[in-house]
């Protein structure tokens, strides 16, 4: 397996994604806040498609699965219940003399305040304190006035709001184990060491499925889940040898976790968790029933058969696959002598499936190119640009990872035919313009696979 990435940096991604208007660093023209992130138009579309690959795996691709879409805002009780209001916590140690706060785990890998460069604790000056815990709920005020019995949490995960609906849930759907409830949605984490772009954030968005199964078979599915959700990443492009699923040691398990396996990325930063899946057993469902007075168990009228189901939970962040899917598009190439850079993204994530663009703005190409657009655009995320030279736009689509660029020139006019460039074969192919919505909907719908694996 590869050690290290290839031409890609973190800063590379951070600056291409600035500059084509993916991401921008939140709240820049007040100096930013830290570790705070605003998505720009084709971080949307990007970050969507992630998004809807995942809900088209869960619901569209399994039959037992539902959606749900639970508040941030939930009733205290919840997170003592979850074991979050005491457990959530990270050891941190505070710096007097730089009045830093660093993770205490961490700290081999954290820069501090000296200069030149050091690690926390290695300066002669540093003077840290000793590791004490710090809860990374994010507290907030619920009404107008701030008293006791008024605070409320911002979820740090989407799963508890799976869990406090399983009743709702298993009523309504008719379902029986095994069956799964997924949610996409915002957490917060007041971390304390956030960062890498937007690996780490503070508000972040999580792709969460919680599979409940008769307690013999959690086994089964906890093998099934590391699989499938290994195999989604690779079935999106991203190189099976930059991926790997890492089993928790059991000194690294949560206490109530029977196991847990990371699908772990080679970003730039090494290798790091991309997701997580998990064996939970019953233990969140029997915390709310005892924390509710819920009974939340699964109960077969017909056969009288009683019991609280066992969880498989994979675990995902929205954001941190954005960033992986990026780091794994990402090349620079030499074309015809000058170089590009070029985002090999796989095309049902790209943010635009196909760019129109007339040779000149003159001559009827314009009018042609609309016609051509308005055609594309009721069936696939279409961009019209008739700006600068066509070199200079087929260099803004690679970088913003367009698969497919149209091009209208003198002879379409003649024979209403266009050329199809290939983003990364860069062959071009004539099409008649009335071929054209199927040949780019029979080229999305292929197979593909990154041309970085040669
Ligand atoms: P880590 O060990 O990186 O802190 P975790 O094990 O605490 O992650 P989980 O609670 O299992 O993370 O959350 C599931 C997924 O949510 C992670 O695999 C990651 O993709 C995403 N995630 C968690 N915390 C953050 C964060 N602060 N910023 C961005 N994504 C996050």
């Known amino acids: 397996m590869p050690e290290?990435?290839?031409?890609?940096?973190?800063?590379?991604?951070?600056a291409l994604c600035k500059r084509r208007g993916f991401i921008f660093p939140s709240s820049e023209i007040y100096g930013g806040l830290g570790s705070t992130y605003?998505?720009?138009?084709?971080?949307?579309?990007?970050?969507?498609n992630v998004k809807a690959e995942w809900w088209r795996a869960m619901l569209q691709e399994?039959?037992?699965?539902v959606a749900l879409d639970s508040a941030i805002l939930q009733h205290p009780r919840v997170w003592e219940a979850s074991g979050h209001l005491a457990g959530f916590t990270d050891p941190m140690v505070d710096c007097r003399t730089c009045k830093q706060r660093?993770?205490?785990d961490h700290l081999g890998e954290l820069q501090c305040g000296q200069k030149p460069s050091k690690h926390p604790g290695e300066a002669e000056q540093c003077d840290l304190t000793e590791a004490r815990d710090f809860n990374l709920m994010f507290e907030t005020t619920v009404g107008p006035v701030k008293e006791s019995g008024s605070a409320a949490y911002l979820r740090p995960e989407t799963a508890q709001g799976i869990f406090i609906n399983f009743k709702n849930v298993l009523q309504f759907s008719r379902k029986k184990p095994p069956f799964g409830i997924a949610q996409v949605g915002k957490s917060f984490r007041n971390e304390i060491t956030p960062g890498n772009f937007i690996f780490r954030t503070r508000e972040f968005e999580q792709m969460e499925m919680e599979f409940f199964v008769p307690p013999a078979e959690a086994g089964r599915w906890y093998d099934y889940w590391k699989t499938e959700r290994h195999d989604w990443y690779v079935r999106l492009g991203i190189r099976p040898d930059h991926l790997t699923l890492r089993e928790h040691d059991p000194d690294e398990l949560s206490h109530y976790s029977s196991g847990t396996s990371d699908v772990e990325y080679l970003f730039p930063i090494g290798w790091s968790e991309l997701e997580g899946i998990a064996n939970r057993g019953d233990f969140d469902l029997t915390q709310h029933t005892e924390y509710s007075g819920e009974k939340l168990e699964y109960f077969d009228q017909g056969s009288g058969e009683r019991y609280v189901p066992h969880v498989i939970e994979p675990a995902a962040g929205a954001d941190r696959a954005t960033l992986a899917f990026?780091?794994?598009?990402?090349?620079?190439?030499?074309?015809?002598?000058s170089q590009r850079t070029v985002l090999k993204l796989h095309p049902r994530l790209a943010p635009v499936k196909v760019a129109v663009l007339p040779l000149v703005r003159k001559d009827g190409q314009p009018e042609l190119a609309r016609e051509v657009t308005d055609a594309l655009k009721r069936r696939f995320q279409t961009e019209y640009d008739e700006s600068g030279t066509v070199?200079?736009?087929?260099?803004?689509h690679d970088e913003i990872g367009t698969p497919w660029c149209v091009t209208i020139d003198h002879e379409s006019l003649e024979n209403r035919t266009v050329t199809v460039r290939d983003r990364d074969s860069l062959a071009q192919?004539?099409?008649?313009?009335?071929?054209?919505?199927?040949?780019?909907?029979?080229?999305?719908a292929a197979d593909w696979r990154s041309p970085k694996l040669g």
């Open 38 to 48: 605003d998505y720009g138009h084709y971080g949307v579309l990007l970050k969507n």
């Open 62 to 65: 399994h039959d037992d699965i």
């Open 391 to 396: 070199g200079k736009r087929y260099r803004r």
């Open 429 to 444: 192919e004539r099409v008649p313009i009335d071929e054209l919505v199927g040949h780019i909907a029979a080229r999305l």
């Open 4 to 14: 290290t990435q290839d031409v890609v940096t973190m800063e590379k991604i951070v």
């Open 102 to 104: 660093f993770r205490a």
């Open 326 to 337: 990026l780091v794994d598009a990402y090349d620079e190439e030499d074309v015809d002598g």
